[in-house]
C-alpha cells in the first residue's frame, strides 16, 4: 500500500531526525565548551601581558623618581654647603628657603615611590592568582583537548553518515510531503504524529471525529488542526497477555 509506505518513510525520518538533532545538540555543547576554555585562556594571557607591562611601566616612573632623588640629595648637599658662607642674613634666608623648598620636593618623590611600590607589589600579588587560574584551565585544556577532538570527530562521522542516510530515505517521501514535512518540523521539532484512539501522540488533543473517521481510513496523511504535524492512523499495538477490548476509543472528557 503506498500510504503505508510514505508512513514508514515518515517514521523512519523522523527517528533519523530526532537522532541527528541530539548528535548535533552534542556536538554544539561539546564545541562550545572547547571554545570557551580557548576564550578564557585567551582573556588571562592578555590580562597577564597587559598586567606585566604596567609593573614595567610603574618600575621605570621608580627608577626615573630615584634618579631625580639622587640629584636632589646632591642639590640640598650644596645648599647646605652654602649656608656658612652666607653674608646677609636675606642670602642665608634664602638659602634656607631653597633647602626646605628641595626637601620637600625631595619628599613628594619619596612618597610617590613609595605608592609605586605598593601598587606593583598590588600588580605582582594579581598576577600571581591569575597565573594559578590560566595554567589551571592551560592544563585542563591539555589533558581533555585530545579527548575532546577525538569526541568530536565521532560525533561528526556519526552525524554525517545519518545525514547520507537522510538523504536515501528523502528520496523516499513524495516531495510535497517532504516539503510539508520540514515546514512542520522547523516550526515544531518534529512533524509527524499518529493517532490510535482519535487523540494526536504529540500534542494529546483530541481531533474532531470527522477528521479522525478520515484518519483511520488511511488514505491520505490528515493534519492535527492543533499542533498542525502530519498525522496517520496507527493500530493500537495489543499487549499479549491483555483481553481483546471490544470498547471504543476512552471518551476522556
Ligand atoms: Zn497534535
Same mark, same amino acid.
Given at each position: 500500500m503506498k500510504l503505508q509506505a510514505q508512513i514508514d518513510a515518515l517514521e523512519r525520518l523522523s527517528t533519523l531526525d530526532s537522532e541527528l538533532k541530539e548528535l548535533q545538540d552534542q556536538l554544539g555543547s561539546e564545541r562550545e565548551a572547547l571554545t570557551k576554555k580557548r576564550q578564557a585562556l585567551g582573556e588571562l594571557d592578555g590580562k597577564l601581558g597587559r598586567d606585566r607591562q604596567s609593573i614595567e611601566e610603574m618600575e621605570r616612573m621608580r627608577n626615573e623618581l630615584l634618579l631625580e632623588l639622587r640629584q636632589m640629595s646632591n642639590q640640598i648637599e650644596k645648599s647646605r654647603e652654602k649656608l656658612p658662607r652666607c653674608r646677609t642674613e636675606r642670602e642665608a634666608n634664602a638659602a634656607q628657603r631653597e633647602m626646605e623648598e628641595l626637601r620637600k620636593l625631595y619628599r613628594d618623590r619619596e612618597i610617590e615611590i613609595e605608592r609605586l611600590n605598593g601598587l606593583a607589589e598590588q600588580a605582582r600579588q594579581g598576577m600571581e592568582g591569575t597565573t594559578t587560574e590560566r595554567d589551571k584551565i592551560a592544563a585542563e585544556l591539555g589533558e581533555t583537548e585530545g579527548a575532546t577532538t577525538t569526541r568530536l570527530g565521532e560525533l561528526e562521522g556519526g552525524a554525517s553518515g545519518k545525514l547520507t542516510q537522510r538523504k536515501d530515505l528523502v528520496a523516499q517521501v513524495q516531495p510535497a510531503l517532504y516539503r510539508r514535512y520540514e515546514l512542520v518540523r522547523k516550526r515544531r521539532g518534529t512533524a509527524v504524529a499518529c493517532t490510535t484512539d482519535g487523540? #494526536? /501522540?504529540? !500534542?494529546?488533543m483530541r481531533l474532531p471525529p470527522m477528521l479522525y473517521q478520515q484518519i483511520r481510513r488511511n488514505e491520505e496523511f490528515g493534519q !492535527?488542526? /492543533? #499542533?498542525n504535524r502530519i498525522l496517520y492512523f496507527k493500530l493500537e499495538a495489543q499487549p499479549a497477555d491483555a483481553p481483546q477490548s471490544e470498547e471504543g476509543p476512552s471518551t476522556g472528557a
Open positions: 487523540t #494526536c /501522540s504529540e !500534542c494529546h !492535527c488542526p /492543533s #499542533c
